[in-house]
Every structure is written in C-alpha cells, then in structure tokens.
C-alpha cells in the first residue's frame, strides 16, 4: 500500500498523508503446479516514459518458455495518439511476443485477449511493455491489468 502523497522528512524518514493506495505495478507470479506459469501486473499510463514501460521490478523469463495467452482487462481508459498506436507486450527479444492491445481496445474498458507468438525464447529475455505505431503517444490516464501465461520446460 502506498500513500496519496509521500516525501522524504529533514530526518531522511518516509512521510505520507492521504489514503492508503494499492500499489500493484509490481510483476507477480502466480505459481501452479507443474510446466504452466502465469504472470499478472498491472499497467499504469503514468508510467510510460518515451514509448516504453517503467515496470518497478523486471521479470526475467528464462529460456525455453514458451508463450500461451495473454489477457488484457482495460480498467480505466488509455489516451494514445499517433497514427494506428499500440500497446505492445513482449521481451527484449521481441517486442509484441505476447501480442498487441489497440487503440480502440486501450481506449474502451473491457477484457480482451490478444494473439501471442507460441515459439520458445531462444534466450532468456526481460518482459517489456512498450508501444507500437507511427509516433505513438500515451497520456497519464489508463489501467489495464495483464495477465500473461507461458509453459516452461522444467516442473
């Protein structure tokens, strides 16, 4: 939980007032039994920064994973402008791995789910958010919770 507003007191102590705040911009995995793994974080429009995604931890996704759906539930509407911007949610190695939101879906609450690209990561790579287009643009507004599902080769 975090606090409205917060900032750092003469004594260097974290100092907060307004209400508590769920912060969960975090990644977070969701464990299961056997191959199948699913990660779920939350996406914030104020935390984009030159097209591209400030997660507050990254997830490393080892080799060999491969990509079996991904799910988008858009809970506050994004601003995106540019010609046909989107939201893309891959890896280093490949930037819409998971698939793409667009702009008419970022852009209207609901849920929806996108096309992956199902091949195994040659290397391990870095989840990563960033977006796609022609001069895309994204404003502070908009959340969205994903939730990504992939299979690993070890239990």
């Known amino acids: 939980m975090t606090r409205k507003a917060v900032w750092a007191n003469s004594d260097g102590l974290r100092v907060g007032f307004g209400p508590n705040q769920a912060d969960f911009s975090s990644v977070a995995e969701h464990k299961t039994e056997g191959v199948n793994k699913e990660l779920r974080f939350v996406l914030d429009g104020e935390k984009f920064s030159s097209g591209t995604y400030q997660f507050d931890a990254t997830e490393a996704l080892p080799i060999g994973v491969i990509p079996t ?6 809970t506050e509407v994004f601003n995106l402008g540019g010609t046909t911007p989107t939201i893309q949610i891959g890896d280093a190695g490949d930037a819409d791995r998971w698939g793409a939101l667009s702009e008419a879906n970022a852009e209207a609450v609901g849920t929806y ?43």
Not at 119 to 144: D, I, N
């Open 69 to 74: 759906y991904a799910h988008v539930r858009v």
């Open 113 to 155: 789910t996108l096309s992956v690209a199902a091949t195994p990561l040659a290397a391990a790579q870095t989840l990563a958010v960033t977006l796609g287009g022609t001069s895309p643009t994204v404003t502070s507004a908009g959340k969205a919770v994903v939730t990504i599902g992939y299979r690993t080769m070890n239990v």
